[in-house]
């Protein structure tokens, strides 16, 4: 599924990179703890957190992460928004907390594992 | 390769999160470019994040060193910092000694000496307290390079 469809299905707000929107979500992960992000999501991942700081974008960006969605109505720092835009991260918003926007995923097939 | 040494060696500021991650950025976009296999190269970009970030998060300043040779990938980041006291006790999944305000940002999981001895074939740390750590780490392709 593209990342259209999810902010589609979803009403996710696009808060940076909206050119990179076309891009092909293969999985999701979920978690707040930068380290285990970066050891165990895999490339074409959402990843879905609450940290709005920039440094989510290089996690993203070196993980070849799919995008980042702001859970639990989160706003990304305004250089957040800047560094995404210079990597061509999505970063998408959503007021909904962690547990329900992930069920809503899954519902829609983007799983954790194969 | 042509016979000319690759290296290159990037400065790290302590406490300066604003650029964190973007040293391994360039490592990655190296790699990429001269054409790694994708799975190596994330590999290589975790363990070299770790050790960025762990200048960034404990240090004062540091300079990454990297460096391709013939067989093997090697990177040094040499930090000046506190030092780590028990190196056993630090590679222990979950220690941390990460103040609260970096653990907030999703920092000190006490998953960083771990990862990078996931993602690297030889880890080698040198420490002394009050001084600075040496991190030495070997990465060795799937395939050998032409």
Same mark, same amino acid.
């Given at each position: 599924?593209?990342?259209?469809?999810?902010?589609?299905?979803?009403?996710?707000?696009?808060? &940076?990179?909206?050119?990179?929107?076309?891009?092909?979500?293969?999985?999701?992960?979920? &978690?707040?703890? $930068? &380290?285990?992000?970066?050891?165990?999501?895999?490339?074409?991942?959402?990843?879905? %957190?609450?940290?709005?700081?920039?440094?989510?974008?290089?996690?993203?960006?070196?993980? /070849? $992460?799919?995008?980042?969605?702001?859970?639990?109505?989160?706003?990304? /720092?305004?250089? %957040?928004?800047?560094?995404?835009?210079?990597?061509?991260?999505?970063?998408?918003? %959503?007021?909904?907390? %962690?547990?329900?926007?992930?069920?809503?995923?899954?519902?829609?097939?983007?799983?954790?594992? /194969? | 390769?042509?016979?000319?040494?690759?290296?290159?060696?990037?400065?790290?500021?302590?406490? #300066?999160? +604003?650029?964190?991650?973007?040293?391994?950025?360039?490592?990655?976009?190296?790699?990429?470019?001269?054409?790694?296999?994708?799975?190596?190269? +994330?590999?290589?970009?975790?363990?070299?994040?770790?050790?960025?970030?762990?200048?960034?998060?404990?240090?004062?300043?540091?300079?990454?060193?990297?460096?391709?040779?013939? !067989?093997?990938?090697?990177?040094?980041? !040499? #930090?000046?910092?506190? *030092?780590?006291?028990?190196?056993?006790?630090?590679?222990?999944?979950?220690?941390?000694?990460?103040?609260?305000?970096? +653990?907030?940002?999703?920092?000190?999981? *006490?998953?960083?000496?771990?990862?990078?001895?996931?993602?690297?074939?030889?880890?080698?740390?040198?420490?002394?307290?009050?001084?600075?750590?040496?991190?030495?780490?070997?990465? +060795?392709?799937?395939?050998?390079?032409?």
């Amino acid at each position: 599924m593209k990342l259209t469809e999810l902010i589609r299905e979803l009403a996710l707000t696009v808060r &940076s990179a909206d050119k990179g929107l076309d891009r092909e979500v293969k999985g999701g992960y979920a &978690s707040d703890l $930068l &380290s285990d992000v970066m050891a165990h999501s895999k490339e074409g991942d959402i990843w879905v %957190t609450i940290q709005g700081h920039p440094n989510v974008v290089a996690v993203a960006t070196l993980r /070849d $992460l799919a995008g980042i969605i702001l859970a639990n109505g989160r706003q990304p /720092d305004a250089e %957040t928004v800047q560094r995404a835009e210079e990597e061509g991260v999505p970063i998408l918003c %959503t007021p909904l907390p %962690t547990y329900e926007i992930v069920g809503r995923l899954y519902r829609l097939g983007i799983h954790g594992q /194969d | 390769m042509q016979g000319k040494a690759l290296e290159w060696a990037y400065e790290i500021e302590g406490k #300066d999160f +604003r650029n964190a991650g973007k040293v391994s950025s360039k490592v990655k976009e190296i790699l990429k470019e001269l054409g790694f296999d994708p799975a190596f190269v +994330r590999g290589v970009a975790i363990a070299s994040y770790e050790a960025e970030m762990n200048v960034v998060c404990h240090a004062e300043k540091g300079t990454l060193h990297f460096a391709i040779l013939p !067989e093997a990938l090697k990177i040094v980041v !040499e #930090d000046q910092g506190p *030092g780590i006291p028990d190196i056993a006790l630090a590679m222990q999944e979950g220690y941390s000694t990460a103040p609260a305000e970096i +653990r907030e940002m999703g920092f000190g999981a *006490g998953m960083g000496l771990p990862n990078m001895k996931k993602n690297t074939d030889e880890l080698n740390i040198a420490s002394t307290v009050g001084k600075g750590t040496v991190v030495e780490m070997v990465i +060795r392709p799937p395939l050998p390079r032409e």
